[in-house]
Nanobody, 128 residues
Framework: QVQLVESGGGLVQDGGSLRLSCAAAGRNSNWYHMGWFRQAPAKEREFVASISWSGGDTYSVDSVKGRFTISRDNAKNTVYLQMNSLKPEDTAVYYC?????????????????????WGQGTEVTVSS
């Protein structure tokens, strides 16, 4: 069982930055593959970025490449999403998720069904 709590959301202007944090608690939580998803009003939940348990393998959706960076600090049981050059279309509720690494090495964890644990979400609003 893994518990996830996101923080760091808020209101920011177009071009601004935010850093989201996801604190994980639970047995062996550092072994999990971690991901960030987002969901805008009236839209489906969308994959944003993921990171392997070691932090050595990251993957992100094309729309955020070069702007968003996912990282993790296993000593603090925390995953981060640094978001720079934010755009109004980035406005959404951002969710942290944890996946037990069950796929072959090198596989992407980029769909909601890959993840068994979810946080409550943190809202990000980018004003134009």
């Amino acid at each position: 069982q893994v518990q996830l709590v996101e923080s760091g959301g808020g209101l920011v202007q177009d071009g601004g930055s935010l850093r989201l944090s996801c604190a994980a608690a639970g047995r062996n939580s550092n072994w999990y593959h971690m991901g960030w998803f987002r969901q805008a009003p009236a839209k489906e939940r969308e994959f944003v970025a993921s990171i392997s348990w070691s932090g050595g393998d990251t993957y992100s959706v094309d729309s955020v490449k070069g702007r968003f960076t996912i990282s993790r600090d296993n000593a603090k049981n925390t995953v981060y999403l640094q978001m720079n050059s934010l755009k109004p279309e980035d406005t959404a509720v951002y969710y942290c998720a944890a996946a037990f690494p069950s796929k072959p090495y090198g596989s992407h964890y980029d769909t909601p069904r890959d993840y068994g644990y979810w946080g409550q979400g943190t809202e990000v609003t980018v004003s134009s």
